[in-house]
């Protein structure tokens, strides 16, 4: 990258200018920024608190992740071993609960594990300030490492089953969802897993899904082990779990649903086969994706983080003036608790701030109880405004960057794994069907049909063995196809580009219409095993 792409200088609002800025990527300018703009305001109205520990030097830097969620047996960490094909250190898998730790599967020269406490406090994991859930949790945390390509490009947080009732929230010693919402603000992906054999949303699951609330768009759902029931079943499945999903997740969009079998293992019902392939195909691209998108989700999440903590600081130095300096500072305090909703909306109504921007009332107003509000800020309008400069001008900058960035690496992309072995050769998505039907053929796969297409070819009085384009059109017309598909259609099949089709061309239309109406889509270049045999070898 140019020193002339990376040098970014700014001016204030007295027209002065600020020493110009030296970004050498999207990480070191994002976090630049946190430190210089957004930290301070954080620390001040005492953002981490309440909402979430500081960030660290390898938030920036760390590879993307994925966190995957679900109730026990529904097949998470099978699913990471199908994506490695490879057994990571702590692995357990069996139909009993059997995953009862956080862990974060990372690539490392060495296979090994790193356990919870020693993890916290390793600069290079961005994972230090976990260390506030205590040792209950830290017992129950660890790091694999292993040598894997996949690896290189991803890391993947496996996470304890989820169980049904009381008994999950009792005996854990941590606070679950909490734990869940720290990875979910710091993942590019959040991956839901349900059994479609037995589908049930527990009270905790709903609480946990719940509370990545703010993360919708991470977020992304898994319908497993759907080879184990029929079509019919597995509708009613989808649409079950679909309902339940729209009454948990309040989003007016529909939360996007993978359906498969997401293992190794042979099709308990092969019916849908296609559909699981194509199902699979599709969260592997989005997942692929993943390092190509790592720098405009940190910066998406840097967005998001600095309109809470602008909110956040409006609400502690509303209470800070509401507060007397002498006598009835307890009672004053459970009056503002109490009243915290009022104190929401006169807020949003002064700086016109969207509603959805504010914390969640009711934690917010168990929070508030524990704290000493003699000690809250006022107004600081500087460090607001610095926050306010950040977004306004040196996000856009950098937005410039991250585009710079994704030009500089296009091929960024996780492989290895599962990833590789649908790549190429024919069991590949796709492969032999529609235009790619008949490429290991000696024969022309056109001619099958041939005759049946010569027969309309001969009605359309063709003039020195060729028919123009206004008597093809009208034939391909009756396909009912529109005018843009016909015209792709026209621009393959006149293969020597003269503006007539010959009696191979003409089949050749009609064969790529066939393809069309059966579903499958165009090619962008005739391949070359459709290539009409009387023009192969022609320029």
Known sequence: MTIEGTMFSWSNKNGKKKDPELFQTVSDGLRRLYRTKLFPLEDTYRFHDFHSPALEDADFDNKPMVLLVGQYSTGKTTFIRHLMEQDFP??????????????????????????????????????????????????????????????????????????????????????????????????????????AHKLDISDEFSEVIRALKNHEDKMRVVLNK??????????????????????????????????????????????????????????????????????????????????????????????????????????????????LGEIYLKIEKEHS???????????MQEILAGQDFTKFQSMKPKLLESVEDMLANDIAKLMTMVRQEEAAMPSQAVKGGAF???????????????????????????????????????????????????????????????????????????????????DEEFALANHLIKVKLEGHELPAELPSHLVPPSKRGQE
Request: glycine share 10%.
């Open 90 to 195: 702590g692995m357990r898998i069996g139909p009993e609960p059997t995953t009862d730790s956080f862990i974060a599967v990372m690539h490392g020269d060495q296979e090994g594990v790193i356990p919870g406490n020693a993890l916290v406090v390793d600069p290079k994991k961005p994972f230090r300030k976990l260390n506030a859930f205590g040792n209950a949790f830290l017992n129950r945390f660890m790091c694999a490492q292993m040598p894997n390509p996949v690896l290189e490009s991803i890391s993947i947080i496996d996470t304890p089953g989820i169980l049904s009732g009381e008994k999950q929230r009792i005996s854990r010693g941590y606070d679950f969802a909490a734990v869940l919402e720290w990875f979910a603000e710091r993942v590019d992906r959040i991956i839901l897993l349900f059994d």
């Open 226 to 339: 759907a080879d184990q029931i029929g079509t019919q079943q597995l509708m009613r499945v989808y649409g079950a779990l679909m309902w339940s999903l729209g009454k948990i997740i309040n989003t007016p969009e529909v939360v996007r649903v993978y359906i498969g079998s997401f293992w190794a293992q042979p099709l308990l019902v092969p019916d849908n086969r296609k559909l699981f392939e194509a199902e699979e195909q599709d969260l592997f691209r989005d997942i692929q994706g993943l390092p190509r998108n790592a720098a405009l989700r940190k910066l998406n999440d840097l967005i998001k983080r600095a309109r809470l903590a602008k909110v956040h600081a409006y609400i502690i130095s509303s209470l800070k003036k509401e507060m007397p300096s002498v006598f009835g500072k307890e009672n004053k305090k459970k009056e503002l608790i109490a009243n």
């Open 353 to 363: 701030i969207s509603p959805g921007d504010f914390p969640n009332l009711k934690k």
């Open 420 to 502: 590789e072995g649908t790549m190429n050769g024919p069991f590949g998505h796709g492969y032999g069907e529609g235009a790619g039907e008949g490429i290991d053929e000696l024969e022309w796969v056109v001619g099958r049909d041939k005759p049946s297409y010569d027969e309309i070819f001969y009605t359309l009085s063709p003039v020195n063995g060729k028919v123009s384009g206004a008597m093809a059109k009208k034939e391909m017309v009756k396909s009912k196809l529109p005018n843009t598909v016909l015209g792709k259609i026209w621009k393959l099949a006149d293969v020597d580009k003269d503006g007539f089709l010959d």
